[in-house]
């Protein structure tokens, strides 16, 4: 068992709320430990984006304490903490006229010392990125004239670029194509099994988070439900519990991976 101090992730006791007075996360205790894919799963509006903010330090819990490598997230400068953690948020900006090799390049820019140039293995790492992302045919022009998907892959690259131990994505495949979805998720699950990296990602889409995670962290209403192996934690008791939708589990024959068959019945049979 990882004890807190080793965990690269862990949350205790954490709350936020927004200045209306709703409650969005309440009681969290996690702990997300090294070489991992944590697929974050959980209904719209159950927190998923919130935590996520909560572990990238783009926000402070209310109460409770958020560690990363023991350390907390407040006590790290924002150029030490981009060096080992990258975070491809749900919402995004690039309103100006950068280029995809510009944006890619930002990624490299906590490693690259104040007033000096990109070295050879910066730029290595962007064309790395930009050839994982199937982009390098996009290098010079300039990410306005993309489309969403299109910035979703240059986004990502620029979090791949950035070369940390640790990833956090919020629906980072949520505008791509089932072609490009999947390779994404087999870049990050080759980082994590190569370089030992840490990934927690929300997705919705509950067949891509058993065929590609680890584990699985559930949220509902704002507090952690469960965490724990994909074969432990994805039941049909949960799905139905958590999604209030019936599924039946299977097992791919070939993979054995674990995939859902959602049962839809038509008005009549009501």
């Not at 949350?11 to 007075?21: N, P, S, V």
């Not at 139905?240 to 039946?248: S, T």
Request: with cysteine; charged share 25%; hydrophobic share 45%.
């Amino acid at each position: 068992m990882i004890s807190w101090a080793e965990s690269v992730f862990s949350i205790r006791e954490g709350w936020f709320g927004y200045r209306d007075g709703k409650t969005v996360l309440q009681d969290i205790n996690l702990s997300l430990n090294p070489g991992t894919f944590y697929g974050l799963i959980g209904p719209n509006g159950s927190g998923k984006t919130t935590l996520l903010d909560l572990l990238a330090s783009t926000i402070q819990p209310d109460k409770g304490t958020v560690l990363f490598r023991g350390k907390p997230l407040a006590a790290y400068r924002r150029q030490e903490l981009a060096r080992m953690l990258a975070f491809v948020p749900q919402d995004f900006a690039l309103g100006f006229e950068y280029t995809v090799f510009d944006v890619v390049l930002m990624g490299r820019h906590p490693h690259i010392p104040r007033f000096s140039s990109p070295a050879a293995k910066d730029l290595d790492r962007v064309e790395e990125a930009l050839a994982l992302m199937d982009i390098t045919q996009l290098r010079d022009r300039a990410v306005t004239r993309l489309s969403g998907g299109e910035k979703q892959r240059v986004i990502v690259a620029r979090a791949l670029a950035q070369d940390t131990q640790a990833l956090i994505l919020d629906e980072a495949t949520s505008n791509l194509d089932i072609r490009h979805t999947i390779e994404i998720m087999r870049v990050v699950s080759d980082r994590v099994r190569q370089k030992g990296m840490t990934v927690i990602a929300a997705i919705h889409d509950l067949n891509l988070a058993a065929a590609f995670c680890d584990e699985l962290v559930v949220l509902k209403a704002g507090s952690v439900v469960t965490q724990g192996a994909v074969r432990d934690v994805l039941t049909n008791p949960l799905i139905r519990e958590v999604f209030a939708v019936d599924g039946h589990i299977r097992v791919h024959p070939e993979t054995m991976a674990l995939g859902i068959d959602y049962v839809f019945k038509k008005e009549a049979d009501l």
